[in-house]
């Protein structure tokens, strides 16, 4: 069997040499009125896309194609076969996470 998955989202800072988590949104609102945000850990092994990740800022839009894997200490993560910068502003990340009053 074999598992593709594509994702666009927005990188967080990197959590260690090769991994960093991409902040994709749902379609939908919870009952705050803002979208849910799933944080999925992507590992990237070849050298190029390393060069790649670790040169982008966090907060920038990427699209990521890959596998998915699972791993005893993290759970389900996805390998990622193929890295493109989406383009556009980079955003902050703490722009996107909730505000608290």
Do not use: C
């Not at 990237?44 to 894997?69: C, D, H, I, P, Q």
Request: aromatic share 10%; no cysteine; net charge neutral.
């Amino acid at each position: 069997m074999i598992s593709n998955v594509f994702l666009i989202g927005i990188l967080s800072a990197p959590i260690s040499e090769n991994v960093r988590y991409l902040q994709v949104e749902r379609n939908y609102k919870n009952s705050d009125g803002a979208f849910v945000t799933d944080h999925i850990p992507v590992i990237y092994w070849t050298k190029t896309a390393n060069s790649f990740f670790m040169g982008l800022k966090e907060g920038s839009y990427v699209a990521v194609r890959g596998r998915m894997e699972t791993h005893d200490k993290v759970g389900l993560i996805v390998v990622a076969d193929h890295l493109e910068y989406m383009g556009g502003k980079t955003l902050d990340v703490l722009e996107m996470a909730p505000k608290v009053v």
